[in-house]
């Protein structure tokens, strides 16, 4: 790795170091992310992530060439991930097989882990729909909205197989999502005082939630004539 280097009057000054183009690239996203949950969106300028950086404006417009497609990258950087892909097909499988505790449990896990070890995705999310900033909608239409499709279309399978009660599967859908993202949101920004109220691990957490939501969603009579087959 070798340094830029300005020379002014008292000498050669270094300012940040030359990147690989992939590796600033990252780093813009990091620094942008970082300052978005800081500051928000309106608040914060190119300029700005620039500074923090260490480099030059039109660096940034360089790998982005414009602000919308910075914004699209911070989103595309989480929903491409290793992890995101991983459990995908992890779940695919789950649902293929009509594993119900796994299928609630992996989903609500996965929201309390990455919001968890995330600092910045929560706050980000949360200054884009307050600002009403264009990326509230993109983040709504291209991930939360298939999430809440996928959920819906097995809780509606598996209320044809009679597992489940007769309900509006989007609806319950958004009430299993909603006790989940409620728990995160309270444990992210109310931290001590809300494990006061309710200490659990994401493990457990998950487990316990995915147990309400079940008893909540059989459908008695199914299980009921299952039993007496046996």
């Known amino acids: 790795m070798t340094f830029n280097k300005k020379t002014t009057e008292i000498g050669e000054i270094r300012t940040a170091p030359r990147m690989a ?4 690239r990252q780093q813009i996203l990091d620094i942008a992310v970082r300052l978005f949950s800081q500051k928000g969106f309106r608040g914060t300028t190119t300029k700005e992530i620039a500074l923090a950086a260490g480099v030059n404006e039109a660096i940034i417009f360089r790998h982005f060439a414009t602000k919308e497609e910075l914004y699209r990258a911070i989103i595309d950087q989480n929903a491409s991930s290793e992890q995101i892909m991983t459990l995908e097909k992890e779940l695919d499988k ?27 995705a929560m706050r980000v999310m949360m200054y884009s729909a307050l600002e009403g900033h264009e990326l509230a909608e993109i983040v709504f239409r291209t991930h939360i909205t298939e ?10 399978k598996r209320t044809k ?10 609806t319950a859908a958004r009430s299993f999502v909603g006790m989940v993202f409620y728990h995160a949101i309270v444990g992210k920004f109310y931290g001590k005082c ?8 994401n493990r457990e957490a998950a487990v316990r939630f995915t147990d309400i939501f079940l008893a909540s969603m059989t459908n008695l009579s199914f299980n009921l004539n299952k039993a007496k087959r046996k």
Do not use: T
Not at 94 to 120: I, P
Not at 194 to 201: E, F, G, H, K, V
């Open 21 to 24: 183009a992939e590796d600033r």
């Open 194 to 201: 809300s494990r006061d109220l309710l200490d659990l691990d």
């Open 94 to 120: 789950a649902m293929e097989e009509s594993d119900d505790r796994r299928v609630f449990e992996m989903v609500a896990y996965q929201m309390l882990d990455f919001h968890g070890v995330n600092d910045s």
């Open 161 to 170: 197989d009679g597992v489940f009660q007769s309900v509006d599967e989007m």
């Open 147 to 156: 999430m809440f499709k996928k959920l819906a279309g097995y809780i509606k």
